[in-house]
């Protein structure tokens, strides 16, 4: 779960713009836990100007112990601005009463109180803690009468104990004058920031016992047997109006304002200067440092009628923590063609998929083994397209009239991104500037760079060159390195930018753009864009790989048929095929690869036919995905009580099994679970039959790739129907349907 809360702060400081908060929740340290967790954190969020170590006061030398570890952790970070570092490492104490800043480190102390609500705004929302609908399929209706399709709902937050014990801390700080002995909270689930409160009490001398318990909200105000006894607090979980607290005040008058806290608090209708002073954290926008959450509708019928009951969505009612709601509502979708087979993607796949002489820039499961970094289910080997580039002519074109219009002449640095596709990249656009310029342009890897290396007294453009971006965590790197290079302009040149969606990509433009001179401080150019699935942790070929492994341990006789299997995906990892491109799908009863037919709507006239892969088909399908999964309308997005899965007659409409395998590997789990509904799982299962019938024919040639997608448990079904497809699997007499058969009779009996 981790010893440490880790977070980023932004800061409005000419000090440092940023800082890497380090909050350590008990009194000694683990430098080892805390190596491990940095590798993890870095891994997704990218190097601060600072490291804020935050830390208990009964900890002794903090700072000999830090530095006396400090190679350790800064093993952890990435090393380009390692020296600079080392000279931004600052310290925090707390006790029962506050925080205390060593030193007194003047940029610090002017921000603490926004180091510390960030802190506590992330934990919120990184966790879920705000809960939200369409409002098309369903809302929710709260105690108070309000209608609205989001809500706070703290106990989704409350997660990791360092993170449960930065927020117990923050609320024990609030409490610091009062001499309290009861923790009275609204709802069950925020007893373990009041039981983290008295866990620190403890730790700093308090020797008596604090009772916690909850008063069920609005019932438990509303009960007249309801007591509270002398010397007690009062936590609420999260407010949007401060309504509890008024009518907790109300109802029991004995109750004063300073022994009532919000954990959370988001102003929706009016802003509560009353409630204001006692919140833990404030949840509202911060427009200048780009966080918090935006303010949205509330209804209240019939004073204000509710427009979702209007349109017939369900209400969901909230009561505390819980929902009155037996089973989550399903709503099948469907590919629409017009809005996400979208122009971009096929003329995207069309410009980079294969090529007679030199096959496909678009792989599956691979990574740059000249970077650390994990593997992606899509690769598009960037090196390939610039050793090759006449054979990406529309590329080349709008690649030559980038680097004509964008490349300033006052360039003498270009830093490349430390893969080969960045360097190659790099190397072209200084072949084509450098004859026409009036310096001599250095060319530069980034895990070559260093303090001094550019004298920060030069006036001139920097140019910074990535191949393909997928969440642009080195190009901020690079960001935070140049910060005090005044005098040169920087450039950012990419060329695929393939981040997740859109929200993503404008908040990194914003960062790598913004500087000295305000938002549009630097250029960031993207010759190609498009968004992509970038999930990293798991790949389909992955997953595969160790259940066949484990298969393959549980068999009595080897497979011959795993094994190859094994073989094949294992393949793709080697420098000689640098991904899959074909064979990335299982193949028909025949052992005939699957292949695509003509009239495809996938793509945008039949050029592609006989000239396309395994592999180009799955980037598309993936794409089109993935697109899906932005829509709230009717997309793919899930929220905790509304599943969007894809229509089981989806597989019926796009018949090709290569387009089916692709479907069934590019989904998540949650996309094909058709285990909450009977009917939904039926029109599975029907589906399924038809296939073993016709195996041997054309619509059963994705037939392994459905029964691999069983055995692995992402594609479910209600769970008698999986007997009934058992049966019809062990009338077909190959050893290969065998094995599948009896992996989903075992993933059978352990779901049920």
Same mark, same amino acid.
């Given at each position: 779960m981790g010893k440490f809360y880790i977070y980023n702060a932004v800061l409005d400081d000419k000090i440092s713009r940023d800082a890497t908060?380090?909050?350590?929740?008990?009194?000694?340290?683990?430098?080892?836990?805390?190596?491990?967790?940095?590798?993890?954190?870095?891994?997704?969020?990218?190097?601060?100007?600072?490291?804020?170590?935050?830390?208990?006061?009964?900890?002794?030398?903090?700072?000999?112990?830090?530095?006396?570890?400090?190679?350790?952790?800064?093993?952890?970070?990435?090393?380009?601005?390692?020296?600079?570092?080392?000279?931004?490492?600052?310290?925090?104490?707390?006790?029962?009463?506050? &925080?205390?800043? @060593?030193?007194? #480190? $003047?940029?610090? +102390?002017?921000?603490?109180?926004? !180091?510390?609500?960030?802190? =506590?705004?992330?934990?919120?929302?990184?966790?879920?803690?705000?809960?939200?609908?369409?409002?098309?399929?369903?809302?929710?209706?709260?105690?108070?009468?309000?209608?609205?399709?989001? &809500?706070?709902? @703290?106990?989704? #937050? $409350?997660?990791? +104990?360092?993170?449960?014990?930065? !927020?117990?801390?923050?609320? =024990?700080?609030?409490?610091?004058?009062?001499?309290?002995?009861?923790?009275?909270?609204?709802?069950?689930?925020?007893?373990?920031?009041?039981?983290?409160?008295?866990?620190?009490?403890?730790?700093?001398?308090?020797?008596?016992?604090?009772?916690?318990?909850?008063?069920?909200?609005?019932?438990?105000?509303?009960?007249?047997?309801?007591?509270?006894?002398?010397?007690?607090?009062f936590l609420i979980s999260a407010s949007t109006s401060g309504g509890l607290i008024n009518y907790l005040k109300e109802q029991h008058p004995e109750i004063n304002s300073n022994q009532i806290s919000t954990l959370f608090y988001l102003p929706l209708d009016k802003h509560s200067p009353a409630v204001f002073e006692r919140v833990v954290c404030n949840l509202g926008v911060n427009s200048k440092l780009n966080y918090g959450i935006k303010s949205y509708e509330t209804f209240k019928p019939p004073i204000r009628p509710c427009k979702y009951c209007n349109n017939y969505s369900t209400a969901i009612q909230i009561l505390g923590d819980s929902f009155s709601l037996d089973e989550p509502i399903i709503n099948l979708r469907n590919i629409n063609a017009k809005k996400y087979?979208?122009?971009?993607?096929?003329?995207?796949?069309?410009?980079?998929?294969?090529?007679?002489?030199?096959?496909?820039?678009?792989?599956?499961?691979?990574?740059?083994?000249?970077?650390?970094?994990?593997?992606?289910?899509?690769?598009?080997?960037?090196?390939?397209?610039?050793?090759?580039?006449?054979?990406?002519?529309?590329?080349?074109?709008?690649?030559?009239?980038?680097?004509?219009?964008?490349?300033?002449?006052?360039?003498?640095?270009?830093?490349?991104?430390?893969?080969?596709?960045?360097?190659?990249?790099?190397?072209?656009?200084?072949?084509?500037?450098?004859?026409?310029?009036?310096?001599?342009?250095?060319?530069?890897?980034?895990?070559?760079?260093?303090?001094?290396?550019?004298?920060?007294?030069?006036?001139?453009?920097?140019?910074?060159?990535?191949?393909?971006?997928?969440?642009?965590?080195?190009?901020?790197?690079?960001?935070?390195?140049?910060?005090?290079?005044?005098?040169?302009?920087?450039?950012?040149?990419?060329?695929?930018?393939?981040?997740?969606?859109s929200t993503r990509h404008s908040d990194l433009k914003g960062n790598i753009k913004y500087g000295l001179y305000g938002a549009n401080n630097a250029s960031f150019i993207e010759v190609e864009t498009l968004y992509c699935d970038n999930a990293n942790s798991e790949t389909p070929w992955e997953v595969e790989v160790e259940h066949l492994k484990a298969v393959q341990q549980s068999l009595n006789k080897p497979s011959k048929f795993i094994s190859e299997r094994i073989r094949t995906i294992n393949s793709f990892s080697s420098m000689e095929l640098k991904g899959g491109s074909n064979r990335i799908f299982y193949p028909n009863m025949d052992s005939q690869e699957l292949e695509i037919r003509k009239n495809s709507v996938f793509f945008n006239n039949n050029d592609y036919y006989g000239n396309i892969t395994q592999s180009d088909v799955y980037f598309t399908v993936s794409c089109v995905l993935n697109n899906m999964r932005s829509n709230m309308n009717d997309g793919l997005y899930q929220t905790n009580f509304v599943k969007n899965v894809l229509d089981p007659y989806l597989f019926n409409r796009f018949n090709d099994g290569i387009i089916q395998a692709a479907i069934l590997r590019s989904a998540k789990s949650e996309e094909l679970n058709y285990s909450f509904s009977v009917d939904h799982s039926n029109k599975m299962l029907m589906l399924l039959q038809t296939y073993i019938k016709h195996i041997e024919e054309y619509q059963g040639e994705a037939i392994f790739e459905f029964l691999h997608a069983l055995a692995i448990g992402k594609l479910r079904l209600w769970k008698d129907h999986y007997l009934i497809l058992i049966e019809d699997l062990n009338k077909i007499k190959d050893s290969r349907v065998r094995i599948f058969a009896k992996c989903i009779k075992q993933f059978h009996k352990l779901s049920i």
């Open positions: 908060i380090i909050f350590n929740p008990n009194s000694e340290y683990s430098f080892d836990s805390l190596r491990r967790e940095l590798e993890m954190f870095f891994s997704t969020f990218h190097q601060t100007g600072a490291l804020i170590f935050i830390h208990c006061s009964t900890t002794p030398n903090i700072e000999t112990l830090v530095v006396g570890n400090l190679d350790s952790i800064l093993k952890s970070i990435p090393t380009v601005e390692e020296g600079f570092l080392r000279k931004n490492i600052f310290y925090i104490s707390y006790d029962q009463l506050g &925080f205390k800043i @060593a030193n007194g #480190v $003047l940029f610090i +102390k002017r921000n603490l109180k926004e !180091i510390i609500n960030q802190g =506590l705004a992330n934990i919120f929302i990184k966790n879920g803690g705000l809960v939200e609908s369409s409002g098309i399929s369903h809302h929710f209706v709260f105690p108070s009468g309000k209608h609205s399709t989001k &809500f706070l709902r @703290a106990a989704n #937050v $409350l997660v990791k +104990k360092s993170e449960i014990d930065f !927020i117990g801390l923050t609320t =024990l700080h609030l409490f610091k004058e009062s001499n309290f002995e009861n923790i009275y909270c609204d709802t069950l689930s925020i007893t373990v920031i009041g039981y983290s409160m008295a866990n620190f009490l403890k730790r700093f001398g308090m020797d008596k016992e604090i009772y916690v318990e909850s008063f069920k909200s609005y019932s438990g105000i509303y009960d007249n047997r309801q007591k509270f006894y002398d010397n007690s607090i087979i979208t122009i971009d993607i096929k003329e995207f796949v069309d410009s980079f998929r294969f090529k007679a002489k030199i096959g496909t820039a678009l792989k599956v499961s691979y990574s740059d083994p000249s970077i650390k970094r994990k593997t992606y289910a899509t690769y598009i080997d960037y090196e390939k397209v610039i050793d090759n580039i006449n054979e990406y002519k529309t590329h080349k074109d709008k690649l030559d009239a980038y680097i004509k219009q964008y490349i300033p002449a006052a360039t003498k640095y270009i830093v490349y991104l430390n893969d080969l596709g960045s360097e190659k990249l790099a190397t072209y656009i200084h072949k084509k500037v450098q004859k026409d310029s009036r310096h001599n342009i250095l060319v530069i890897n980034q895990a070559d760079l260093s303090e001094g290396q550019i004298d920060k007294n030069q006036v001139g453009a920097i140019v910074i060159v990535g191949s393909c971006i997928t969440n642009g965590k080195n190009l901020l790197y690079l960001n935070r390195f140049f910060r005090n290079y005044e005098h040169f302009r920087l450039v950012y040149f990419v060329g695929i930018t393939r981040i997740s969606d």
